[in-house]
Structures are given as C-alpha cells and as structure tokens.
C-alpha cells in the first residue's frame, strides 16, 4: 500500500488520534465530592475573585487550541472544517508528543473573519493559547492580528510564523556554511501567501536587506495591479530596486531563493542563474518547486526542503511544540516578535559550528532536547521583555 492508503486504513482504526483522559480517580463519595460537587464550588469561587487562578486550579495552564476554517488544508486547498480535523487532531497529536501540551481542535464552519474571530474570542478562557491552523491568506492575517488584540492569551498561526522561525534558524547556519551576511544576501521569496509573506517579514527582523517577493503574477512591486492588501503592503518593505518581471528574472543574481508555492516553477536554469553559493529552500509539499537533487546538479550549495526524505527539512515541528511550551510555562499573554527571534536562534544553535554541513544545518523532528532548546529560549526571551 503507498503512504496514504495505509494511513486511510489506520485512520479507521484509530478512530481519533487523541482522546480525554482523567487526571483524578473517581471511585468514592469522597472523590466524587472533592473533584466535583459540593467541593467544586471552593476553586470555582476563588477563580471568580481572581481569573489568573484559573491556571492553578484547572488544565487551563497546559491548554491549547488548535483552530481552523478549513480553507488551506496542507496542500488540499479549501476542503471544509470537518475535512479538516484528521489534520487538527495530527497537530494535537504532535503537540501533547513533543511538548506534553493538551491541544483539542476546534473546526469554525464559516469563512467570515468576524464570525471566526467571536467565536475563538468567546471560548478563550477554557485555554492557555490559540494556535490558528489552515486558514487561507489574506483572511488569516485580519483573524490573527484582532485575536491577538482581543485575546489576554498568546494567539500563534503556525502556518506563518511556525515555517518562518524554522526557515530563519536553516537559512542562519546556510549562510555560515556559504560564508555569507544575511544583510548582504540578495533574496527571493515566491509564493505571497501567509507563509511567504510571515517569511519575509521575519528575514527582515533577523536583519534581511535585499528581498524580492513573486507571486503568480511575478514580481511584487508597488506599481502591479495584481496584488491583494497584503501583498501591497509587502511592495513597500521589500524590492528596494523596484525590479519588475517575472520569478525568472528575480533569481538572476538572487543568493538565496525561498519557495512556499507550487510544483516545479523552477528550473536548473533559473538556479544556474543565481550566485555562486546559493542557498535554495523549495519547500512546496509534497512536490518543491525544484526537486533537491536537481538543485544540486545545477550549482546550489545547500538545499532544504519540506520533505523528510531529503536533508535539512525545513519542518514546523521543530518550532511550535516548544514555542507554545516556553509561551505556556511563562504565563506569556503574546508571542512576540523577540521570542520568535529567540526560538529560532535556538534551533539553529542547537547544531553545533563545528558539525554544520551543506547537508546538516537543521535538526531532526526526533532528535532529543529541541522543544526544550526552544521552549527555554522563548521563556527567557519573554521574561528578559517583562523586567
């Protein structure tokens, strides 16, 4: 059976991916009445008086939710809220495995960014943050930045900032593989969609100079007539040499291209065109924009993707579990863009200098300590911005 065939079949038999589990015994009147009524009623009442109690005295301190529309399901497009839970439940999944979170998935039957944004607010306090999952651009930017303004409790869509924070940790030690300056580097994102542009906006933070965004209609520019609000307003952060044309024409020249978009846009050619010790990250899943070894063939220097059957994959699940984690542990009310910063200085500290390779520059999904790498750096980020 291929890959997908045999994960239908132990879908039926799983019948869920996660599931409720006491963490008390109930099996006296004592236990009944300690756990719940009449002795309920003492942590209710203290919670009344004072609602930051609500993460001492229930599961709210290790809670997530993991909230979609169902709009931008991996790379099935807009399949529907209830089609989309299988991957809420996965995501659920990763973050109880890789950071002992809780995380219960919350599928919103509309598209209406207000309907969406009431709801998430409304149930707020049964949780300790809000991860947004698989809601198409440019919604997803409105929904995550009025959340984040309602919300008393960190609001992270994972689809931006997640890819972002890992792509920024790869590119960190891709660079000193190269031997080059992120503030020298020409850059090429394609795809301006949550990811690339989440991308593009955290380059520049990690201090990126030279950007040019392409989308299917070419090159981000403030005088083309194609882009959406978001786009717009990435023309004027990015292309600093007003360059006009086509993903062709943006990669003469480029150091490094970042693909968040669709099946082999890219061809050797266009990586021939690029500088010496160019750095690619074709990261369409589950076919790149350029596959890894043609890359390779035709000149770049080091290559990541988001295939895990190919080195340096460029994978979400090296960020959230432990951002979430640090964000949680910290009673943090946002993530902010320094911890963002923090958790991807972790990831790419967390390969030693002196094993760092064309092909090892990221770690492994598995390898032992790189939620808590991350988790502990976002804390401490999160803290050293409180003193």
């Not at 009445?33 to 301190?61: F, H, M, N």
């Not at 061809?267 to 043609?294: H, Q, R, T």
């Amino acid at each position: 059976m291929s890959i997908k065939e045999e994960s239908l079949k132990k879908h039926y038999e799983w019948k869920g991916k996660i599931e409720v589990s006491p963490r008390v015994e109930v099996k006296s009147r004592e236990d009944l009445s300690l756990a719940y009524t009449p002795g309920v009623a003492a942590p209710c009442l203290e919670i009344q008086k004072d609602e930051s109690l609500s993460y001492d005295l229930t599961r709210r301190w290790n809670t997530v939710a993991v909230v979609t529309d169902g709009t931008a399901v991996l790379g099935l497009g807009d399949i529907g809220p209830v089609a989309g839970m299988p991957v809420m439940e996965g995501k659920c999944l990763l973050f109880r495995t890789f950071a002992g979170i809780d995380a219960i998935p919350i599928c919103i039957k509309s598209k209406d960014v207000d309907e969406i944004v009431r709801t998430v607010y409304l149930i707020s306090g049964s949780f300790g943050g809000i991860n947004l999952e698989d809601i198409s651009a440019p919604r997803c930017f409105e929904v995550e930045r009025r959340l984040k303004e309602l919300c008393d409790i960190p609001v992270f869509h994972d689809d931006q900032h997640g890819t972002a924070i890992v792509l920024g940790a790869a590119l960190t030690n891709a660079l000193k593989v190269v031997n080059k300056a992120i503030d020298k580097v020409n850059i090429v994102v394609n795809g301006a969609g949550s990811a690339g542009i989440a991308i593009a906006r955290f380059l520049i933070l990690m201090g990126a100079k030279n950007i040019v965004m392409c989308d299917r209609f070419g090159i981000l520019e403030k005088t083309n007539p194609n882009m959406n609000p978001a786009q717009a307003e990435m023309a004027n952060v990015t292309n600093a040499n007003g360059l006009k044309g086509t993903l062709k024409d943006a990669m003469k020249g480029a150091d490094v291209f970042i693909g968040v978009s669709a099946p082999n846009v890219v061809n050797e050619d266009m990586i021939k065109s690029m500088n010496k010790g160019a750095v690619v990250f074709p990261m369409a899943n589950p076919v790149p924009e350029i596959m890894p070894e043609l890359a390779v063939k035709a000149g770049a220097a080091v290559v990541g993707s988001g295939r895990s059957d190919y080195p340096n994959q460029v994978n979400n699940v090296l960020a959230f579990p432990g951002i979430f984690r640090g964000a949680l542990d910290a009673r943090a009310k946002d993530i902010t863009d320094e911890m963002k910063v923090a958790a991807s200085k972790a990831l790419a500290e967390f390969i030693p200098e002196s094993e760092l390779s064309p092909t090892n520059i990221l770690p492994k999904a598995f390898d032992e300590g790189v939620a808590a790498a991350v988790a502990k750096a976002v804390k401490e980020a999160y803290l050293k911005e409180r003193k």
